[in-house]
């Protein structure tokens, strides 16, 4: 199975500045046929399902936001948000979809400071 | 518009069964890659089952020999049947549609959950 492990657990970032959010994966997720990395970002608010935020390890979901950002390649990963609005607390997701389970990292808590 | 309803979930005792339901309109299940991902009370997400176009499925070990997915296209469809239910099975149940990309895509469009509660 792929281990999906993100860091850090939480982060409290001041209004306006940046939030980076790191994933790595136990084993490359990338597929040299189509040339894409298998990896998602989910964003999930409080009482809410998750959103898919990014996928491909880079490509925005349609209407996200474009201070949300992913990069990456192979096994690490990271989300970005440029500039942290109070609509973004949430806990984030990372998911790898290359094989089978689909892993998911085990969330990263975002928090205003 | 996409939209996914999940139902059939409750309070059952360990060892009991149940068959979670999600009902799907603005596309066909039949079509795409259907999954069940779950949430543990305070918990991160786990994903537990897929459902392949072609009829191929996949299970998180967890649920291996216990969990069946299956899909009715005339009702447009995606079932998750429970059997064996232990505590650690309960959790919130999404389904969750698999996106652009074929049999590897990403989850883009997730129902509200169903509650499984499995307590004496």
């Known amino acids: 199975d792929i281990v999906m492990t993100q860091s850090p657990d939480s982060l409290a970032v001041s209004l306006g500045e940046r939030a980076t959010i790191n994933c790595k994966s136990s084993?490359?997720?990338?597929?040299?046929?189509?040339?894409?990395?298998?990896l998602a970002w989910y964003q999930q608010k409080p009482g809410q399902p998750p959103k898919l935020l990014i996928y491909?390890?880079?490509t925005r979901e349609s209407g996200v936001p474009d201070r949300f950002s992913g990069s990456g390649s192979g096994t690490d990963f990271s989300l970005t948000i440029s500039s942290l609005q109070a609509e973004d607390v949430a806990v984030y997701y990372c998911?790898?979809?290359?094989?089978?389970?689909?892993?998911f990292g085990q969330g990263t808590k975002v928090e205003i400071k | 518009e996409v939209q996914l309803v999940e139902t059939g979930g409750g309070l059952i005792q360990p060892g009991g069964s149940l068959r979670l339901s999600c009902a799907a309109s603005?596309?066909?299940?039949?079509?795409?890659?259907m999954n069940w991902v779950r949430q543990a009370p305070g918990k991160g997400l786990e994903w537990v089952s897929i459902?392949?176009?072609?009829?191929?499925?996949y299970y998180a070990d967890s649920v291996k020999g216990r969990f069946t997915i299956s899909r009715d296209s005339s009702k447009n469809t995606l079932y998750l049947q429970m059997n064996n239910l232990r505590a650690e099975d309960t959790a919130l149940y999404y389904c969750?549609?698999?996106?652009?990309?074929?049999?590897?895509?990403?989850?883009?469009?997730w129902g509200q959950g169903t509650l499984v509660t499995v307590s004496s």
């Open positions: 969750a549609r698999g996106g652009v990309g074929g049999s590897h895509s990403p989850l883009d469009s």
């Open positions: 459902l392949y176009i072609g009829g191929n499925i």
């Open positions: 491909w390890a880079s």
């Open positions: 084993q490359s997720v990338f597929s040299s046929s189509d040339d894409k990395n298998y």
């Open positions: 603005g596309f066909a299940v039949s079509t795409s890659y």
């Open positions: 998911q790898q979809y290359s094989g089978t389970p689909r892993t």
